[in-house]
T-cell receptor
Framework: AQKVTQAQTEISVVEKEDVTLDCVYE???????LFWYKQPPSGELVFLIR??????QNEISGRYSWNFQKSTSSFNFTITASQVVDSAVYFC????????????FGKGTSLLVTP | SQTIHQWPATLVQPVGSPLSLECTVE??????LYWYRQAAGRGLQLLFY??????ISSEVPQNLSASRPQDRQFILSSKKLLLSDSGFYLC?????????????FGAGTRLSVL
């Protein structure tokens, strides 16, 4: 069963628009970690953020912000004032204690930002 | 600082040929190591992970195998490649302590089996 669901397969926005990428997860662990990674066309996965299950504070880093809500098992990612360089595939991932903390990825959301 | 190296960057192999992909990490000791595959499309699938030398956990049964002959070396192998083995293979590492388990990825190997 898919533990991480990214319902949006592709999103296209015009530069300077705000965009939110959704992520819903499923776990029975009380201690777990959630991640967002960016995969530009070059293919390498770039770490963006990690959040543990005990920390529900939202986080902002520049134009990026993350909204973690345990009540709805969601960890959404918002890019404010999007730029062309934000075009990439974005992955949400879950890490649980029973798999050596390996990452269970969602299927990714492809974001295209056009000028 | 820590770095992770993967090679080769691209590989074209005939069906039935063997495979060896190598991953090494520098600047850290006793890392957790991982092999992922990204097939056509985007999904990333965990293949193997290792928490120490000689310790390999397999997530998906297949004709691939992994080995960790040294602390910072992780090798993905196959005796006979299948067409379905084509994909983008990514190696990753993380520190072994639970408190900080961010995974950092290598640049990947694009494998085409023809």
């Amino acid at each position: 069963a898919q533990k991480v669901t990214q319902a949006q397969t592709e999103i296209s926005v015009v530069e300077k628009e705000d965009v939110t990428l959704d992520c819903v997860y499923e776990t029975r662990d009380t201690t777990y970690y959630l991640f967002w990674y960016k995969q530009p066309p070059s293919g390498e996965l770039v770490f963006l953020i990690r959040r543990n299950s005990f920390d529900e504070q939202n986080e902002i880093s520049g134009r990026y912000s993350w909204n973690f809500q345990k009540s709805t098992s969601s960890f959404n990612f918002t890019i404010t004032a999007s730029q062309v360089v934000d075009s990439a595939v974005y992955f949400c991932a879950l890490s649980e204690s029973n798999s050596g903390y390996a990452l269970n990825f969602g299927k990714g959301t492809s974001l295209l930002v056009t000028p | 600082s820590q770095t992770i190296h993967q090679w080769p960057a691209t590989l074209v192999q005939p069906v039935g040929s063997p495979l060896s992909l190598e991953c090494t990490v520098e600047g850290t000791s006793n890392p957790n190591l991982y092999w992922y595959r990204q097939a056509a499309g985007r999904g990333l699938q965990l293949l193997f992970y290792s928490v120490g030398i000689g310790q390999i956990s397999s997530e998906v049964p297949q004709n691939l195998s992994a080995s960790r002959p040294q602390d910072r070396q992780f090798i993905l192998s196959s005796k006979k490649l299948l067409l379905s083995d084509s994909g983008f293979y990514l190696c990753a590492w993380s520190v072994s302590r639970i408190a900080k388990n961010i995974q950092y990825f290598g640049a990947g190997t694009r494998l085409s089996v023809l």
